[in-house]
T-cell receptor, first 112, second 112 residues
Framework: AQSVTQLDSQVPVFEEAPVELRCNYS??????LFWYVQYPNQGLQLLLK??????LVKGINGFEAEFNKSQTSFHLRKPSVHISDTAEYFC??????????FGTGTRLTVIP | NAGVTQTPKFQVLKTGQSMTLQCAQD?????MSWYRQDPGMGLRLIHY???????DQGEVPNGYNVSRSTTEDFPLRLLSAAPSQTSVYFC???????????FGPGTRLLVL
């Protein structure tokens, strides 16, 4: 069975500071990993994805994530956050029949 | 392309009423899915379809029915609404197994 754990439900950070949103997954088979962002009252938008190849994945809006197979992690990072990054971030894993299993989300609040 | 569209955007039902949430995509995607989003629980898969005429259950299928008569449409039916079905519902589609899922804007449902 697959599962995704996002360890932090809320992360406050000051503007221009770095941020890391943590994600761990469990799966007995190969996985595809995703980070989605949800701005207030909107649907989900893909930030980045890992399917294979380089373990460091770059996404939109300056975000990147690193796939670590030994630690079963896929943490999301940004070196300098902006007010507009305030949103909820979801880590997800996909296996088998093309369905996504989501974590419970991390609400990132950027403080001016 | 309009992408993934969902109607209605908002709906209030009384317990026991039935309704259909509409989802359509104009990208000729084979895979379509329905998720519900609840606070602190992330998104959970309700039903999915791998092509016209083929549907299957996800993680939380009870109380919901789906059908897929065309590639474009994937309606979600609530036969007898319950307060536990108060949620935000997202429809998603993807062209293939390794591809990104595209999400609709969501339908906010309140069951009294």
């Amino acid at each position: 069975a697959q599962s995704v754990t996002q360890l932090d439900s809320q992360v406050p950070v000051f503007e221009e500071a770095p941020v890391e949103l943590r994600c761990n997954y469990s799966s007995s088979v190969s996985v595809y990993l995703f980070w989605y962002v949800q701005y207030p009252n909107q649907g989900l938008q893909l930030l980045l994805k890992y399917l294979s190849g380089s373990t460091l994945v770059k996404g939109i809006n300056g975000f990147e994530a690193e796939f670590n197979k030994s630690q079963t992690s896929f943490h999301l990072r940004k070196p300098s956050v902006h007010i507009s990054d305030t949103a909820e971030y979801f880590c997800a894993v996909r296996t088998g029949a093309n369905n996504l299993f989501f974590g419970t989300g991390t609400r990132l609040t950027v403080i001016p | 392309n309009a992408g993934v569209t969902q109607t209605p955007k908002f709906q209030v039902l009384k317990t026991g009423q039935s309704m259909t949430l509409q989802c359509a995509q104009d990208m000729n995607h084979e895979y379509m899915s329905w998720y519900r989003q609840d606070p602190g629980m992330g998104l959970r898969l309700i039903h999915y379809s791998v092509g016209a005429g083929i549907t299957d259950q996800g993680e939380v299928p009870n109380g919901y029915n789906v059908s897929r008569s065309t590639t474009e449409d994937f309606p979600l039916r609530l036969l007898s609404a319950a307060p536990s079905q108060t949620s935000v519902y997202f429809c998603a589609s993807t062209p293939g197994r390794e591809e990104t899922q595209y999400f609709g804007p969501g339908t906010r449902l309140l069951v009294l």
